[in-house]
């Protein structure tokens, strides 16, 4: 079954350092991911989205990379700042869908002053 | 912006209580969706709807269903609430062809006693 798997440990990070949350998935070739931010007690919100044929996406502080060999895509916060601090999923777009999306687990950052 | 509302932010029930969870999107879009979110085990897709009348079953529907009467409304509903119930439901919809996101609601925490 296809599957998405995000690191579950939480990332703890100093002020102005950059954060790195990687997202994998099995038993898929998606033509596009996404990422989502998740505060405390709300819905996710999305932040970006990368296609197949995008190496990398940028929206501000916030990179994104596609690998299609290695089925990873990661997610870059430069400059972390404690209001970024919540939690970031990742999520692909399955096929014959209808819109529908698997997402993974999400990861838990921590921006600390 | 887009608006999903969801009609409760926090609802206690009892077991064998038949609940309606309710979810008012207003970006005319086809798509919307059911998810339970616990600690460990991320976003699960209940239920999904792609047109009105239109419903279709996701990873865990069991003890659930749903209903799609007008485009921009989708309800959920526990036909006998049981404790393992007790969770955060969060709605979502989304366009149908493109490749955009979901817009989600801040969710409904559900405590079913």
């Known amino acids: 079954s296809q599957k998405i798997e995000q690191n579950s440990e939480a990332l703890n990070i100093q002020e102005g350092k950059t954060a790195t949350l990687t997202c994998n998935y099995t038993?898929?070739?998606?033509?596009?991911l996404q990422w989502y931010r998740q505060d405390p007690g709300r819905g996710p919100v999305f932040l970006l989205l990368?296609?197949?044929?995008?190496k990398e996406k940028r929206k501000e502080r916030l990179k994104v990379t596609f690998d299609t060999t290695l089925k990873q895509s990661l997610f870059h916060i430069t400059a972390s700042q404690p209001a970024d601090s919540a939690t970031y999923l990742c999520?692909?777009?399955?096929?014959?869908?209808?819109?529908?999306?698997?997402f993974g687990a999400g990861t838990q950052v921590v921006v600390t002053p | 912006d887009v608006k999903v509302t969801q009609s409760s932010r926090y609802l206690v029930k009892r077991t064998g209580e038949k609940v309606f969870l309710e979810c008012v999107q207003d970006?005319?879009?086809?798509?919307m969706f059911w998810y339970r979110q616990d600690p460990g085990l991320g976003l699960r897709l209940i239920y999904f709807?792609?047109?009105?009348?239109?419903?279709e079953k996701g990873d865990i529907p069991e003890g659930y269903s749903v209903s799609r009467e007008k485009k921009e409304r989708f309800s959920l509903i526990l036909e006998s609430a049981s404790t393992n119930q007790t969770s955060m439901y969060l709605c979502?919809?989304?366009?149908?062809?493109?490749?955009?996101?979901?817009?989600f609601g801040d969710g409904t925490r559900l405590s079913i006693l």
């Open positions: 979502a919809s989304s366009f149908n062809k493109r490749r955009g996101p979901q817009h």
């Open positions: 990368i296609r197949e044929n995008e």
């Open positions: 999520a692909f777009r399955l096929t014959d869908s209808w819109g529908k999306l698997q």
């Open positions: 970006m005319d879009h086809e798509n």
């Open positions: 038993n898929y070739s998606p033509a596009y």
């Open positions: 709807s792609y047109d009105v009348k239109m419903k």
